[in-house]
Each structure stands twice: as C-alpha cells, then as structure tokens.
C-alpha cells in the first residue's frame, strides 16, 4: 500500500526558507517520478515542482529560481527547499507519483507571514 507522508511545514517570515521532507513507501520509489503540489482554500490542487527516477528536474515558473525538488533514493524520501518565500506560497503542500497517482497524503501547511 502506498503512503505518501509529507512534514516540515510552519509558520515563516517573508524571505525565509523551509524544508519540506516526504517519506515514501508502498512502491519502489527511485523508479518514481515525484512531484510537490499545494492547494489553498477554495483551490484546486496545482502542480509547483517534479523530479525524475533519473533527476531532471522541472518547475512551475512562479517558484523557479527559488523552490530546488530533491530526493533521496536511498531513503525513499523526496525533498522541497523552499528559500526567499512569499507570502503567496502559503498554502498545504503535498507530494505524489505523477505517473501513477497514489491516494493523497495529509500535506504539510506552510504559512508565510509578512
């Protein structure tokens, strides 16, 4: 069974960083292509950054140049360094499979002050 665990969100001024982690199981993850999305309030969950099995990397144009997706094949876990956040950027971030979508985990709400 798949389960997609996502941690490291909270509160940050605008122009800090976070760190969001996403533990994996359920599926042999380094041959999953991964993705960060996030969702607010009265939203529809969009897609922010993804990373191949083999490491390319792609990102929404609105966190390009400040978001980096990682991840760690040995620990199955998928990475999202957030830096020179936005008060725009708050919202609950969530991972999954891109290929083959697993049910939704319970996200991680990151909140960017001014």
């Known amino acids: 069974q798949v389960q997609l665990v996502e941690s490291g969100g909270g509160l940050v001024q605008a122009g800090g960083s976070l760190r969001l982690s996403c533990a994996a199981s359920g599926f042999i993850f380094r041959t999953a292509a991964m993705a960060w999305y996030r969702q607010t309030p009265g939203n529809l969950r969009e897609w922010v950054a993804s990373?191949?099995?083999?490491?390319?990397?792609n990102y929404k144009d609105f966190v390009r140049g400040r978001f980096t997706v990682s991840r760690d094949d040995v620990n199955n876990t998928l990475y999202l360094q957030m830096n020179s956040l936005k008060p725009e950027d708050t919202a609950v971030y969530y991972c999954?499979?891109?290929?083959?979508?697993?049910?939704w985990g319970r996200g991680t709400q990151v909140t960017v002050s001014l």
């Open positions: 999954n499979l891109i290929r083959h979508p697993a049910n």
């Open positions: 990373i191949e099995s083999w490491g390319g990397t």
